[in-house]
């Protein structure tokens, strides 16, 4: 599932391939993706416009142009992919933006989320970004002290609760987690002043490093290169790691590295 550090890559991809050029057609192949605007309104509206500096919140993709901004949001399985117009089309190609030469195609097998347009891209864009707490690269230590202390909750899911911290799912939070020795199952509000030190300062480390890299690095130092083992073992101690679920959500863990604690 695309996270904080796809999303970034999606951006870099957006800035490289259509920042400051003109969109001459928007092609739609599946309306199932669009949200709130039809194949006919989004061509009307884009076309002729040239897409600026593009931005990011959380999971969040903000495809800014000289008019409307283009909203997307790749749930599980989307992508943001550079093509030539003479490549051929993907049987998942949904949306492809037009560029000259050049295009910029919405990937996505499995549709659960998509693309919206921001017609005001103030008002709307912060209507639409209204439910997301503050991205996770840009949290500084004071700000998570602050939403940490006191929550209820476990810390898996304080973590990846969109409208608490935006732009971390499954992967990260288990990475970070295991990074910082902590239990997902241990109740947020309870964690120490040391503990929550350590997990703001494991997050951002994690963050830059799979930012850098485009995705969560699949390493064999990392947990996330160890997860989907048939038995897997922590890089770290070598023992066994454990597999449940947290919060509804499926959670790897090392209990010799992370005690339960509570």
């Keep these: 599932m695309p996270e904080l550090p796809d999303v970034e890559g999606f951006r870099e991809v957006l800035a490289r391939c259509a920042q400051g050029k003109r969109i001459t057609g928007v092609e739609v192949h599946d309306a199932g993706v669009l949200h709130g605007v039809g194949a006919e309104r989004l061509r009307r509206r884009l076309e002729g416009r040239r897409f600026t500096e593009p931005g990011r919140h959380g999971k969040w993709l903000l495809a800014r142009t000289d008019g409307p ?42 549709k659960l989320q998509g693309i ?32 940490l202390s006191g929550r209820r909750g476990r810390v898996k899911s304080v973590l990846t609760d969109q409208s608490l911290i935006a ?47 485009g995705r969560v690095p699949p390493r064999r130092s990392w947990l996330t290169g160890r997860r989907d083992d048939a038995d897997p073992a922590c890089p770290r101690c070598g023992g066994p790691l454990d597999r449940r679920r947290v919060g509804g959500r499926g959670t790897v863990w090392c209990p010799r590295c992370q005690p339960d604690t509570s």
């Design 167 to 213: 732009g971390l799912g499954n992967l990260l939070a288990d990475e970070i987690l295991w990074r910082a020795r902590l239990h997902p199952a241990r109740q947020a509000g309870e964690l120490s002043d040391d503990e929550r030190h350590r997990l703001h300062t494991e997050m951002r480390r994690t963050l830059r490093s799979s930012v850098r890299a």
């Design 69 to 110: 901004t283009v909203l997307m949001h790749f749930g599980m399985t989307g992508q943001l992919v550079c093509c030539r117009a003479t490549d051929d089309l993907q049987a998942h190609d949904r949306v492809v933006f037009v560029l000259g030469r050049d295009q910029l195609r919405f990937r996505d097998q499995r």
């Design 116 to 147: 919206w347009l921001a017609e005001d891209p103030d008002a709307d864009v912060a209507r639409a970004l209204g439910d997301q707490g503050p991205d996770a690269l840009s949290m500084d230590r004071d700000g998570f002290d602050e939403l």
